[in-house]
C-alpha cells in the first residue's frame, strides 16, 4: 500500500514562503504519477501542481509562477515550494498519489478523482 505524509503547513502573512514536504513509499513501477491539492471547507478538492517520474509537471493557472513541485526520489520525498503566498492561498494542502500514468495532454491528470492514495493534509493559513 502507498502511504504519504504531508509536513511544513503553518500561518504566515501574505507575500511570504512555505515549503510544503510529503513523504511517501518508494515507488516500484514504471509509471506514476504525485501531485498536490488544496481544498477549503465546501468544495472540492483544486489540483494544484503534478509531477510524474519523469519530472514532467503540471501547474494551476492559480499558482503558476509562485509555486514548484519537485520530487527527491532517492529519499520518496515530494515537495511544494509556495512562495508570493496570497490570503486566497488558505487551505488544508494533500499529497496525493497513483499508480500508472493518468495524463491530461503531455502531464499527469489535475483531476483528484483520478487520485488513489492520499495523506491526511497539512493545513495553511495566509493573512493579509
Known amino acids: 500500500q502507498v502511504q504519504l505524509m504531508e509536513s511544513g503547513g503553518d500561518s504566515v502573512q501574505a507575500g511570504e514562503s512555505l515549503r510544503l514536504s510529503c513523504a511517501h513509499s518508494?515507488?516500484?513501477?514504471?509509471?506514476?504519477?504525485l501531485g498536490w491539492f488544496r481544498q477549503v471547507p465546501g468544495k472540492k478538492h483544486e489540483g494544484i501542481a503534478t509531477?510524474?517520474?519523469?519530472?514532467?509537471?503540471f501547474y494551476a493557472d492559480s499558482v503558476k509562477g509562485r509555486f514548484s513541485i519537485s520530487q527527491d526520489v532517492a529519499k520518496n520525498i515530494l515537495y511544494l515550494q509556495m512562495n508570493s503566498l496570497k490570503p486566497e492561498d488558505t487551505a488544508m494542502y494533500y499529497c496525493a498519489a497513483v499508480r500508472g500514468k493518468i495524463l491530461t495532454g503531455t502531464a499527469c491528470t489535475y483531476r483528484s478523482t483520478s487520485y488513489s492514495y492520499w495523506g491526511q493534509g497539512t493545513r495553511v493559513t495566509v493573512s493579509s
Open positions: 509531477i510524474d517520474e519523469d519530472g514532467r509537471t
Open positions: 518508494k515507488y516500484t513501477y514504471s509509471g506514476y504519477c
